[in-house]
């Protein structure tokens, strides 16, 4: 079993940065790819990032120059630094953890998934 705990969400204002921390505890030595996903109101859940074992990065279109995820492996932990937020990044940010070792941006392939944590960017 893996928990994935979200932290680090709330108020910020456009142009405003934001990092969020995904915790993970338990069997986690069998997750190869980490990601986020986020979720505004009457949309569908998106693709926001993801990091494999090897510390290779992918990012979504709408991210990409202005968000960054890591990883601190002695800490079990995944970051997502956010800067330059939009008001359109607003949304509920899930951290997710996938046992394949290959990237994927599709939210079916990810079996574990955090509570998520709310991020709001005001205009």
């Known amino acids: 079993q893996v928990q994935l705990v979200e932290s680090g969400g709330g108020l910020v204002q456009a142009g405003g940065s934001l990092r969020l921390s995904c915790a993970a505890s338990?069997?986690?030595?069998?997750?190869?790819?980490m990601g986020w996903f986020r979720q505004a109101p009457g949309k569908e859940r998106e693709f926001v990032a993801a990091i494999s074992r090897s510390d290779n990065t992918y990012y979504a279109d709408s991210v990409k120059g202005r968000f960054t995820i890591s990883r601190d492996n002695t800490k079990n932990t995944v970051y997502l630094q956010m800067n330059s937020l939009k008001p359109e990044d607003t949304a509920v940010y899930y951290c997710?953890?996938?046992?394949?070792?290959?990237?994927?941006?599709?939210?079916?392939?990810?079996?574990?998934w955090g509570q998520g944590t709310q991020v709001t960017v005001s205009s």
């Open positions: 338990g069997r986690t030595f069998s997750m190869n790819i």
């Open positions: 997710a953890a996938r046992s394949g070792r290959y990237y994927s941006r599709l939210r079916n392939d990810y079996e574990y």
